[in-house]
């Protein structure tokens, strides 16, 4: 997971692994049973609840999984983050304008940026790759509960 990538980094280092005990109930509805603990916090929830909330894709079990309060936590913190950098940017921008070697680094850390945002819109179509593929086996299934209850009519 890409944002379990990025907290390991030491991109937010206020957000550490969570090595306690997590809750023995879903978070969103409240009740027990089979349940994915949250890799950088106390919550737990089901699979199907977390669905509810964010369009996810079935995780390996070798894969890191992170609630959805972490999440937007998350991307709240990479939203203002990148906020700063680019009030930053201007702000370089408008004292003077940039030397020749500059120009370089900026350029540099341009397609460092694009380069990301690259890699968020593949992990993005492969979320909408999953969910399509979903939707189809879902509608497959209504279809044959549809001719199934005309048999029996």
């Known amino acids: ?5 990025e907290v390991d980094s ?3 280092p206020s957000i550490k692994r969570y090595d ?3 809750a023995d109930e879903c978070i969103v509805c409240k009740k027990g049973g089979t349940l994915l603990c949250c890799d950088f916090c106390s919550n737990a929830t089901h699979f199907s609840c977390i669905r509810t909330k964010l369009v996810v894709k079935e995780p ?4 890191d999984f992170m609630c959805h309060k972490c999440i937007q936590y998350i991307l709240q913190r990479r939203v203002r983050a990148e906020k700063r950098r680019l009030r930053k940017t201007n702000s370089a921008l408008d004292k003077d304008p940039p030397p020749e070697e500059n120009k370089e680094k900026i350029e ?4 460092e940026v694009v380069a990301k945002r690259g890699l968020e819109v593949k992990h993005l179509i492969e979320l909408l790759e999953d969910a399509e ?7 497959g299934t209504a279809e044959t509960n549809d001719i199934r209850r005309q048999l029996l009519i």
Request: glycine share 4%; net charge negative.
């Open 1 to 5: 997971m890409v944002l379990a990538e």
């Open 10 to 12: 030491g991109r937010y």
């Open 20 to 22: 306690r005990d997590h």
């Open 60 to 63: 390996e079990p070798e894969d």
């Open 108 to 111: 540099e850390n341009e397609y």
């Open 133 to 139: 593929n979903r939707l189809v086996e879902l509608a």
